[in-house]
């Protein structure tokens, strides 16, 4: 899951201009179409300092900085999956999901953030947790990085040393050589744009570092120099033999229009979000906008150089082609205007975009989280059409609230978000082919703590042994997957 860096704008004024609802004639999923649910191994596993497990930059940033979490609380026990795995394993099978998306932590795998050392009972539980899905029939979908590094490299400069690329790919040969014979699809890397905007460019996120208004397109630079490198050596060294597919998951927000906007402007904010990450991958560098809007304002800045760092020829072509899917997380949609101030020479956000909400949607308990499935369908259009259509893996939607177990509000979410999905498919040959619910638990939600939910499992955080409980939605999503089709929202309980 994700946290917004930019401030909400709550803009009640504009006039959204809407695709209209879609007809939708055939709610079964398409043959072949996969669901699943996942995690990510800081918000769920505990055990932070079990065995010879090293310090990440979770464990060190909720010990030292708990005022930077709502609830000042941290993952040291979270869901205590390490020791639940199996009955994580049983409530997937219950409700009948395909696979199972979960994230390594890379300090429980070499302790010491390099790969001169592997910890035997670290990969041992990600053996286990894997055969475990296996033996149940659900596919183990394995993200390599999902935010929690070893603090070592942090020290080291963490993202903003390039030497990272080089420690990243060490810890994937790992994880490719242990895994990689059972595992069929990898995630790389979770949401560049939002680590390293709320770690790099804020204190939202571990590691917290303000630099300069650049630390985070330098992360983002040397994060995608680490994928394509980790890609190429899948394509070198393990394909043949492991046949699995790899790919990153990014972070892309739907856009609306309001009425002096046009489709430039929606351009625009989809370029400084989506387009930063999933460009390089899909079409080549860094989208042209961001390239000439950085430059030019970091000129007025009067810096000698652009804050948007180059890719030299040869990396543009060795990151350009490195996904076999587009991964992508998405949760919410934005009302986009540009930024008045400009009018007047004054540059305040690289973008140059304003985001807002249309508060006439329903929404959750963060702020940004407004229901607004016509934007999901806005986005998967964009995406087909800026980048020849490629397959998609929906890897993360979801909707939070405060724990209710009657959670009508999140399966009203699902119904409208799968509804929409269901629709771009059979409606504008959209290639979506897999879908993810964030999230299978309630768990640790980074600078949110406990205070937000994105479960459709309940888990008893008082309870030494977090125990589990069905949500309306666990028995909703159980008929999803029993019917493969998107059931109504119920009425009463
Ligand atoms: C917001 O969305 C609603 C519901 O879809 C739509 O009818 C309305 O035009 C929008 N309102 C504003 C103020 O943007
Ligand atoms: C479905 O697609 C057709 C052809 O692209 C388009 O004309 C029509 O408006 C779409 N209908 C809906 C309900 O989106
Ligand atoms: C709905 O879609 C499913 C899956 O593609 C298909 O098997 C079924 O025949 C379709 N139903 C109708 C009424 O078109
Ligand atoms: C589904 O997958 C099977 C096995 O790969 C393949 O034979 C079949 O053609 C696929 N069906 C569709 C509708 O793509
Ligand atoms: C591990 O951390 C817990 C706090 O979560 C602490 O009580 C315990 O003593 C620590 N164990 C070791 C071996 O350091
Ligand atoms: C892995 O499974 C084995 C066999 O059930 C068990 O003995 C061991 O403790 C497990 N290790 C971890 C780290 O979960
Ligand atoms: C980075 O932080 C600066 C200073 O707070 C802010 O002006 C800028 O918009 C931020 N950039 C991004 C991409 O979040
Ligand atoms: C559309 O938005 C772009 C970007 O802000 C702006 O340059 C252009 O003038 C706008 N066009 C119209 C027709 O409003
Ligand atoms: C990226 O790869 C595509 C497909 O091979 C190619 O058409 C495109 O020109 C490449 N982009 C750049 C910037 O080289
Ligand atoms: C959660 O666990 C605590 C401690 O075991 C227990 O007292 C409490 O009743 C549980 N809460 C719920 C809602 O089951």
Not at 386 to 409: F, I, R, S, T
Request: net charge negative; proline share 4%.
């Amino acid at each position: 899951m994700k946290g917004f860096v930019n401030i909400v704008v709550i803009c009640a004024i504009l006039i959204c201009s809407r695709v209209p609802e879609a007809q939708v004639t055939n709610l079964t999923f398409p043959e072949n179409f996969t669901l699943g649910s996942a995690t990510s191994s800081y918000q769920i596993e505990g055990a932070w300092n079990i065995s010879d497990k090293g310090e990440n930059i979770w464990d060190w940033w909720t010990h030292n900085y708990p005022e930077n979490i709502a609830d000042g609380s941290n993952g040291d026990i979270a869901c205590n999956s390490y020791y639940n795995y199996k009955e994580d394993v049983q409530i997937l099978k219950d409700i009948g999901f395909d696979f199972y998306r979960f994230s390594i932590s890379w300090s429980r795998v070499l302790p010491n953030g390099f790969a001169n050392e592997i910890s035997e009972e670290g990969i041992q539980y990600y053996k286990n947790l894997t055969e475990e899905l296996l033996a149940n029939d659900i596919e183990p979908v394995v993200s390599i990085y999902h935010w929690d590094h070893p603090l070592i490299l942090e020290e080291l400069g963490g993202w903003t040393n390039e030497l990272m690329v080089e420690w990243f790919a060490d810890y994937a040969r790992v994880i490719f050589e242990e895994l990689g014979p059972l595992v069929k699809t990898f995630i790389t890397i979770n949401e560049p744009s939002v680590y390293c905007s709320n770690g790099y460019n804020s204190t939202r996120h571990s590691p917290g570092k303000i630099l300069e208004n650049m630390g985070h397109y330098i992360c983002i630079h040397n994060t995608l120099k680490a994928h394509a490198t980790v890609y190429h050596m899948y394509n070198d060294e393990f394909r043949s033999e492991q046949q699995g597919q790899i790919g990153l998951t990014t972070a892309c927000d739907g856009w609306f229009s309001n009425d002096d906007s046009n489709a430039t402007l929606i351009n625009q904010a989809f370029q400084f979000n989506c387009g930063w990450v999933a460009h390089p991958l899909f079409v080549g560098d860094y989208p042209e906008i961001l390239k000439t809007r950085i430059a030019m304002i970091s000129e007025l800045e009067g810096y000698p150089f652009s804050r948007l760092p180059e890719f030299s020829d040869e990396w543009v072509e060795y990151i350009n082609g490195t996904a076999d899917f587009f991964g992508l997380n998405h949760y919410t949609s934005y009302v986009v205007s540009a930024d008045p101030d400009e009018e007047s020479g004054i540059y305040n956000i690289d973008s140059g975009i304003i985001k807002s909400v249309n508060t006439s949607y329903p929404h959750g308990s963060l702020s940004w989280m407004y229901d607004t499935p016509e934007g999901f369908g806005n986005l998967l259009r964009m995406i087909r059409d800026e980048y020849d259509n490629p397959p998609v893996h929906v890897y993360e939607n979801g909707y939070c609230d405060l724990g209710e177990l009657n959670d009508y509000a999140r399966i009203t979410y699902y119904n409208g978000y799968m509804t929409e999905l269901l629709s771009v498919i059979q409606n504008d040959s959209c290639n979506v082919v897999r879908y993810t619910a964030w999230s299978l638990l309630d768990n640790f939600e980074w600078s949110d703590g406990y205070t937000v939910n994105f479960g459709i499992v309940s888990v008893n955080f008082t309870d030494p042994d977090r125990a589990r409980s069905s949500k309306l939605s666990t028995s909703w999503w159980k008929s999803v997957m029993q019917t493969r089709t998107v059931q109504d929202v119920p009425t009463s309980v």
